[in-house]
């Protein structure tokens, strides 16, 4: 080619869960340019920042190149892969017959492909013989899947993106889509200039409340009975759907026996919603169709996660708006493949496509293909408990994909402590972080661009991923990683890449995959279910009112209050989440020049009330403290915060959210109640 000639080639965004279709413009191995993919599913060739500059990380400096081994004093020596390999496998082999097999874990990885997770579980599962498989959906959006499992019998997203441009009514409850889920949102706004109705409900004034025809600030946790009384009212006033809850629904008496307990006045008092709005939207619900409910971690991240997807659930099935294009419960998935690690069966309690362990047959097919004779047939230890179990000895070996937890897990000091008292600790990662320097072994992986493979979105949709240029120094794909391993233990494993490891397993072993293969993934991709080759994909779950669990099942919720209530000592509640600019604990986003330029630093945003009554002034630094920690940060005052209200952000280990978080937990899932916990603040 000539010196200003760039070649195209088609992928799929690393960040969020929105799963935007790339071009990446080329010169030899350099991205010159980004831009979308024009007429593409799911984003029509629209991109934000981080889709569009967000690629420098991989031609990063700091990319580790080659196998590290932790040396007496602390410090990391470099090491051949089979120096490094013998010694995590032996390691490995040494706890297991010491100890059994449930004394090792592992955590795959939201940010990696699918074939990366299926090996990594496979991995813990066949070869380690442990059900101790997780990853980080654990933190997100597990009560999304618990949630619509019991509800629907399927844990996915209903509908589709492009679908929010043409609907009649979108209610957005707990996401903060235009920074979490930028391209989402544009699609929700052209929904709103095409003349949808827009209902926002969020403790945040936040940017899309500003095109809302109806905002309800609520109070944080409060969604359970706030989303009740607008059932009461909808029950009350005969605007439910009668024929679809006849004809698809059960339990619909116990339903309505327990939200007649949650009058507009109820709803009010817990939610600080006037109940004149209440009532507003529960009539402007009951009226327009079809509608769209989109929810993110508002909804999930709470001691009641699972109570609040059931309870929108219940909702969209009391309206109707199930089953049908432009309707549904559309969860935004927060990483590029966390709908793809779930699906892949990095979770504890499934198989590679929501498959059972205990039913017999699944376990033999499984068990024969990965050349064992049986698979552990019981449910393994969420990564909670993975921690609390290096600090009380039932884990001695743990095995990290890619997963930086010491700044994403709520309670920083404490997730620390059970680092350090990792007997064994192995990391495969693109970057030294804040959780590598803890393992005892650090395996370089290939990252984004520079492997095939496939990622899914939160609609369920499975896109390619490609390569590029080559990983740098030694560092390998991780499949390649996890198949080096199980050799040492005695396992060979056959697929030699992605394309191998998808067509010859996944396709074969999992129903909800069978009609997907490579080549037919150069397009717009495929969304599950597909079951046969000549399967278009699935674009709306539960056609017709034909719910995988036969009925909807309608579910009765009582409101429950957040763990951690304000009280004299610490009179905030503290909400934490997402800025646009930067993508969790920024191991990719803060080695992109021009995002850490558009937020060099974190923030503690509080409402302008309390900064007049406390004298704090936009910019200044404040000390933000809980029961677990302290940070200083400085405040961002903001109208679009309630009083009494403090948000922030986990970007940065300075001033990160988790130092003052909570490890309090769903209770089905056990998801961190990020949401909410008791702070206070002052000024320094
Ligand atoms: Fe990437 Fe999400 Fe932005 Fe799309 S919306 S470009 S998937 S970060």
């Not at 007496?72 to 490995?92: I, P, Q």
């Not at 997770?117 to 959906?137: E, G, T, W």
């Not at 496939?454 to 120094?473: D, F, L, M, Q, W």
Request: charged share 25%; with cysteine; proline share 5%.
């Amino acid at each position: 080619a000539r010196s200003w000639e760039t070649t195209k080639v088609r992928t799929t965004c690393p960040y969020c869960g929105v799963g935007c279709q790339l071009n990446l413009h080329m010169k030899g191995e350099e991205i010159v340019k980004v831009t979308g993919v024009e007429g593409a599913q799911p984003n029509d060739g629209r991109l934000c920042v981080k889709g569009r500059f967000g690629y420098d990380f991989i031609y990063s400096d700091e990319r580790l190149t080659t196998p590290l081994i932790k040396q007496a004093d602390g410090t990391f020596r470099e090491a051949s892969w089979d120096e490094a390999l013998d010694l995590v496998a032996n390691k490995f082999k040494a706890i297991i017959a010491k100890y059994g097999p449930e004394a090792v874990a592992g955590v795959s990885c939201a940010r990696s492909t699918n074939e990366n997770s299926y090996q990594m579980q496979k991995l813990v599962r066949a070869v380690f013989q442990s059900p101790n498989i997780d990853h980080c959906a654990r933190v997100c959006h597990a009560p999304t899947v618990s949630g619509l499992m019991k509800s629907f019998g399927t844990g996915g997203m209903t509908n589709s993106i492009q679908e929010f441009a043409n609907t009649k009514l979108l209610f957005c409850i707990g996401t903060n889509m235009t920074e979490a889920h930028p391209v989402a949102s544009t699609f929700v706004k052209n929904g709103a200039r095409n003349g949808a109705k827009l209902i926002v409900c969020d403790p945040r004034r936040h940017r899309l409340a500003d095109y809302a025809d109806i905002f309800a600030q609520m109070k944080v946790g409060s969604d359970v009975a706030f989303l009740n009384a607008i059932m009461n009212v909808l029950i009350n006033e005969d605007l439910y759907d009668k024929e679809f809850v006849r004809d698809h629904c059960e339990n619909f008496e116990e339903l309505k026996a327990c939200v007649m307990k949650y009058p507009p006045e109820r709803g009010e008092e817990i939610s600080g919603v006037p109940k004149e709005t209440i009532i507003e939207i529960a009539r402007m619900l009951g009226t327009v169709k079809p509608a769209m409910l989109i929810y993110t971690l508002g909804i999930t991240e709470h001691t009641c996660g699972t109570d609040n997807v059931i309870s929108v659930a219940n909702l969209q099935m009391l309206l109707g708006n199930i089953g049908k294009e432009n309707t549904g419960v559309n969860p935004l998935r927060g990483q590029n493949n966390v709908q793809g690690a779930c699906d892949m069966g990095a979770l504890p309690n499934v198989l590679p496509g929501y498959q059972s362990f205990t039913d017999p047959a699944v376990n033999a097919k499984f068990a024969k293909a990965w050349g064992v004779d049986s698979i552990p047939a019981k449910n393994g230890l969420m990564i909670a408990q993975m921690l609390d179990g290096l600090l009380d000895k039932t884990i001695r070996g743990l095995f990290l994909f890619g997963e930086n937890l010491v700044q994403a897990e709520p309670d920083i000091a404490h997730v620390e402590k059970c680092m350090a008292a990792a007997e064994f600790l192995v990391s495969t990662d693109i970057f030294m972080t804040e959780t590598t320097r803890f393992a005892h072994v650090i395996l370089p992986a290939a990252s984004w661009c520079e492997d095939e493979g496939t990622y899914t979105n939160c609609e369920r949709r499975i896109s390619r991923v490609r390569k590029i240029k080559n990983a740098p120094g030694e560092a390998k794909p991780d499949w390649w990683i996890f198949k080096q391993i199980a050799k040492r233990f005695g396992h060979e494993w056959a697929s030699n890449s992605a394309r191998e490891i998808w067509d010859n397993e996944l396709a074969v072993l999992c129903p909800s995959f069978a009609g997907v293969k490579y080549y037919r993934l150069d397009g717009d991709g495929i969304q599950w279910p597909c079951p046969s080759e000549d399967h278009p994909g699935t674009q709306i779950l539960h056609k017709d009112g034909n719910f995988t669990r036969g009925k909807g099942l309608l579910v009765p919720l009582e409101w429950t209050p957040p763990a951690e209530v304000p009280d004299a000592e610490y009179p905030f509640v503290l909400s934490t989440g997402r800025r646009l600019y930067h993508y969790h604990t920024r191991t990719q986003t803060g080695r992109a020049k021009g995002l850490n330029d558009l937020l060099p630093e974190e923030y503690a945003d509080i409402s302008d009330i309390d900064a007049g009554r406390m004298g704090i002034a936009d910019g200044e630094k404040i000390r933000v403290w809980s029961r677990r920690g302290s940070v200083e940060v400085t405040a961002r005052v903001s109208e679009r915060i309630q009083p009494g209200l403090v948000w922030m952000a986990f970007h940065y280990r300075e001033g990160n959210a988790n130092w003052l978080t909570n490890k309090a937990y769903d209770r089905v899932t056990m998801t961190p109640e990020y949401k909410a916990c008791a702070v206070n603040i002052s000024k320094l």
